[in-house]
């Protein structure tokens, strides 16, 4: 059996390559896991832990209370998985019970996590609940797409030429009625900048604001690693919406990512997300996996 510890930084490499493994789909680098096990979001009181065997990074699994909702006491348990030659021995149920414990401490007291469809089993025998699905994609940008040309009184920025909390202001609006289990409706600024803004894997110059009229109404924010980049969040603020422009920001961003050496773009979207399920068909995005949200809740 797999010794169950608490994470540390120097295990991101062991980490990113599970992951890989595990979920190919998922783009999060070595300098920003390493970020974020060492200094872990404020307000969230965010741990992870690994399975360690032979001393490879066999499992892993983070728990922490979600501080963008104002629906009180969720908590969350992120990307558990564990790797296929170490299952059906415990690992998993393992790392579970740590994640709940603390959640327990911290007072959660409703849990949202996610699960592969084969996975789904496993959930259940634990007391989640199956919600909501989620669909990933993914892009080939080798060659570049155009560069799209923007109607008149539109531009197409760069994030890294704006000032960040205009950036976020754009985000938490159009987060608003974004679909999922609870509400993104508490974005603060302080936690935005510290895992959007301060991100290692953010590309400021590939992320890009649309400005109508001298007010930012749109945004694409890009994450990468090396030749894989990751669409962290496209949206419209509600006053602009029902003119093309989240479609416009994306094409930009993967433009502009693919000059800097991106070859492929994954992305993920609620399965009631209709519009940007249609913008990314446009935009020829192909489907590699579906995860659930679970959900249960805490005594």
């Not at 599970?18 to 998922?26: G, I, K, N, T």
């Not at 989640?128 to 923007?150: C, G, K, N, V």
């Not at 496209?234 to 003119?243: K, L, S």
């Not at 773009?265 to 949200?293: E, F, H, I």
């Amino acid at each position: 059996m797999p010794v169950i510890r608490p994470a540390r930084p120097d295990d991101a490499p062991g980490v990113v390559a599970l992951r890989a493994v595990v979920h190919p789909y998922l783009v999060r680098g070595v300098e920003s896991t390493r970020r974020m096990i060492a200094q872990p979001p404020p307000e969230e009181d965010w741990t992870a832990w690994v399975a360690e065997a032979d001393g490879q990074v066999v499992g892993w699994a983070s728990a922490y209370r979600n501080s963008q909702t104002s629906e009180p006491d969720v908590g969350e348990i992120s990307t558990l998985h564990v790797h296929p030659a170490h299952r059906s021995r415990g690992v998993g149920t393992a790392l579970l019970a740590a994640a709940l414990g603390h959640l327990r401490v911290i007072g959660a007291r409703r849990v949202l996590t996610w699960s592969q469809p084969e996975s789904l089993p496993f959930a259940r025998r634990h007391g989640f609940t199956p919600s909501r699905e989620l669909r990933y994609s993914a892009l080939d940008l080798q060659p570049a797409p155009p560069m799209p040309e923007p109607p008149p009184g539109v531009r197409l920025l760069p994030a890294a030429e704006l000032d960040p909390r205009r950036i976020h202001q754009v985000d938490a609006e159009s987060s608003l009625d974004e679909p999922g289990d609870v509400p993104t409706d508490a974005m603060g600024y302080d936690i935005w900048h510290h895992e959007v803004w301060d991100n290692p894997g953010l590309d400021r110059a590939a992320s890009t604001v649309a400005e109508v009229d001298g007010t930012l109404a749109a945004v694409s924010l890009v994450k990468r690693d090396g030749d894989r980049m990751w669409s962290a969040f496209t949206g419209t603020v509600p006053g602009h919406r029902g003119r093309g422009l989240a479609g416009l920001v994306k094409r930009a961003a993967l433009h502009r990512a693919a000059l800097g050496g991106v070859r492929v773009a994954y992305t993920s979207n609620d399965g009631a997300n209709a519009p940007m399920l249609a913008v990314n068909a446009r935009l020829g995005y192909r489907p590699v996996a579906t995860q659930w949200s679970c959900l249960r809740e805490l005594t």
